[in-house]
């Protein structure tokens, strides 16, 4: 299957280890991962802070420059969720019909990577090898806008060597929610000091999520503790072979030689 990556800021800017294991995980499995390189942020962002007009030509780009391609995936269910919920709202809001349908069309190809390997590819077990004690976040958009439920849970029950700990209130939001973080701060901090304890309590020595949002705020937040608890993103856990799955001090990926 020939499959676009739709990278995402975040993950372009801040975790490519994410986007780069996303693309060793589908090749390993034999597909072709194309990259197209017209994409530029989706507009989530601005949507979610009231700037709607402002997202309609990041909308209108982004459908142009996903439409040829008949399945598109991204690392991030924040960014998944926006393509689905929101892309079509702004065109149909700002008039034009036409690039609402386009969207509603991309949406409709657009999956989380989770969601892309269970649904469309059939697979749970993808050949991976994580030798560490792991606990799941499900992050707020994949949970209750994509509804990805169990699907994450899956793959990762299904990787050799991985310990999988619940996660106590698994389902309560890390504070994150973008802008929220900063014109909340006090709420954000008092949410991610809930969700620290919680992994903590699991005794975990990784975190890991489907979307790079959520992991840096608890990655920050067990960093600036030195709560010796590192995050990996999901893509990363999946993508690691036996010649992976040795989690460095930065919380990424070492291959050892």
């Known amino acids: 299957m020939r499959i676009a990556l739709f990278v995402t800021c975040l993950a372009d800017t ?3 280890a994410a986007a780069k294991a996303t693309v060793r995980l589908l090749e390993r499995l034999g597909h072709e ?24 030509p990041l909308v209108r780009r982004h459908v142009r420059t996903f ?29 034009d019909v036409r690039l609402a ?10 999956f989380e990577l989770s969601e892309l390997l269970v649904d469309v590819l059939g697979v749970t077990d993808v050949g991976a090898f994580f030798p560490h004690r792991v606990t ?3 992050t707020c958009h994949s949970l209750r806008m994509l509804r990805v ?10 990787v050799r060597g991985l310990d999988l700990v619940e996660l106590p209130a698994a389902e309560q939001c890390c504070g994150f929610g973008g802008t929220f973080a900063v014109k909340n701060a006090d709420t954000s901090t008092a949410m991610l000091a809930d969700k620290m304890r919680h992994v903590l309590a699991t005794g975990a020595e990784v ?13 920050g937040g067990l960093s600036r503790a030195g709560a010796g608890v590192r ?7 999946l993508a690691s072979t036996e010649h992976d799955g040795v989690v460095g001090e930065r919380g990424d990926l070492v291959v050892r030689s």
């Open 231 to 237: 995050t990996v993103h999901l893509a990363e856990i």
């Open 149 to 158: 439920a169990d699907r994450p849970v899956r793959l990762l029950r299904e």
């Open 33 to 56: 991962v194309v990259f197209p390189d017209g994409q530029t942020c989706c507009g989530q962002m601005h949507v979610n802070t009231g700037y709607q007009a402002q997202a309609v």
């Open 14 to 16: 801040l975790f490519p």
């Open 101 to 110: 349908s386009r969207a509603e069309s991309v949406a409709a190809r657009t």
């Open 136 to 138: 799941y976040h499900p």
């Open 67 to 95: 439409d040829p391609y008949d399945v598109i995936v991204a690392p991030s269910g924040s960014c998944v969720g926006s393509v689905r919920h929101q892309h079509a709202m702004v065109a149909r809001r700002a008039g």
């Open 207 to 219: 975190c890991t999520a489907g979307d790079p949002s959520c992991l840096m705020h608890i990655g």
